[in-house]
């Protein structure tokens, strides 16, 4: 999106087809507005602009950009790596983690700090604040919660959960394919974002097999199923997300028919498949 939006490759194909991915973005924030305004004159340079979600494809609608220009073709994810664990497996990777054995584990793997850095000012588009309310809420009345991070710059989150007075475990990967086992020793994830074009949790949670509450946004909007996949509530409503999460611990029947629900929601999302739309939505009727 920035190397063209800037220009700064328009040498490179003055004489081929672009097709430009735009993941997401709030046209209202101030830090996205003028990425906003850059596109519209210079979006007939692309092809096709594709769009993981209708929460994506919306504002660029209202930018004006003609329907045909638009390809929704969502996120995918490596099946065969993504799988769930079986119990014996989970509690072999908690304990090869360094993590309890009889604790609720919740997930949050991304990056919700600004820089590359500590990450201790929060990056708001992520929710990193609304994430630290929920994780308070569901303590208070669940207090055998733990906190398991990764991903660069979450200082901001790490200095909350210590106030609050919340146990938690931050991992950097080297490898991001090691991230599998971290969703293994899951009980359940959150997210808690204000804006997503994905995101990737919502598929790797669900091809593990992992429970999910989440916030409408991106790719969850459009596929979540609200007590069936998940549980799914607006944005910033720390209560229902508390609420959602709670009643995922705590109600073992539902909590397997949420997971059972992802599994089954996942299979059309394997990346061979994600790979077939491009090659069917995007490249063949330019390559005849």
């Known amino acids: 999106r920035y190397a063209f939006l800037h220009r700064s490759n328009r040498?490179?194909?003055?004489?081929?087809?672009?097709f430009l991915?735009?993941?997401?973005?709030?046209?209202?924030?101030?830090?996205?507005?003028?990425?906003?305004?850059?596109?519209?004159?210079?979006?007939?340079?692309?092809?096709?602009?594709?769009?993981?979600?209708?929460?994506t494809l919306e504002p660029l609608l209202g930018l004006g950009l003609p329907a045909e220009k638009l390809v929704t073709i969502p996120l995918g994810v490596e099946l065969g790596r993504f799988r769930p664990a079986v119990p014996m497996e989970k509690a072999e990777i908690?304990?090869?983690?360094?993590?309890?054995?009889?604790?609720?584990?919740?997930?949050?793997f991304q990056k919700d700090g600004s820089g590359w850095g500590e990450g201790m000012e929060a990056k708001p588009?992520?929710?990193?604040?609304?994430?630290?309310?929920?994780?308070?809420?569901?303590?208070?009345?669940?207090p055998n919660i733990f906190v398991l991070l990764t991903g660069p710059a979450?200082?901001?989150v790490k200095a909350g959960l210590e106030k609050i007075g919340v146990p938690y475990l931050h991992h950097m990967l080297d490898n991001y394919h090691e991230i599998v086992r971290y969703y293994q020793a899951l009980?359940?994830?959150?997210?808690?974002?204000?804006?997503?074009?994905?995101?990737?949790?919502?598929?790797?949670?669900?091809?593990c097999g992992v429970p999910l509450v989440s916030t409408r946004v991106g790719m969850c909007a459009d596929l979540m199923v609200d007590g069936d996949n998940g549980v799914m509530v607006g944005q910033e409503d720390v209560?229902?997300?508390?609420?959602?999460?709670?009643?995922?611990i705590g109600d073992r029947s539902f909590r397997e028919r949420v997971a059972n629900g992802g599994l089954k929601s996942i299979t059309d999302f394997s990346w061979e498949r994600i790979a077939d739309r491009y090659m069917n939505e995007l490249y063949a009727p330019i390559l005849g």
């Open 154 to 156: 979450r200082g901001f």
């Open 21 to 55: 991915t735009w993941f997401h973005g709030d046209p209202q924030a101030p830090d996205m507005a003028p990425l906003f305004e850059s596109l519209a004159p210079i979006a007939g340079e692309a092809e096709k602009i594709v769009v993981p979600c209708r929460l």
């Open 94 to 108: 908690r304990r090869e983690l360094g993590l309890p054995d009889n604790a609720v584990l919740v997930g949050s």
């Open 239 to 248: 209560e229902a997300l508390a609420d959602g999460a709670l009643r995922l």
């Open 11 to 18: 040498r490179f194909y003055l004489s081929n087809r672009v």
């Open 125 to 142: 588009v992520k929710g990193p604040d609304v994430f630290l309310e929920t994780i308070a809420a569901v303590a208070r009345k669940h």
């Open 187 to 207: 009980d359940l994830y959150i997210i808690t974002s204000r804006c997503e074009g994905g995101p990737k949790a919502l598929l790797e949670s669900w091809a």
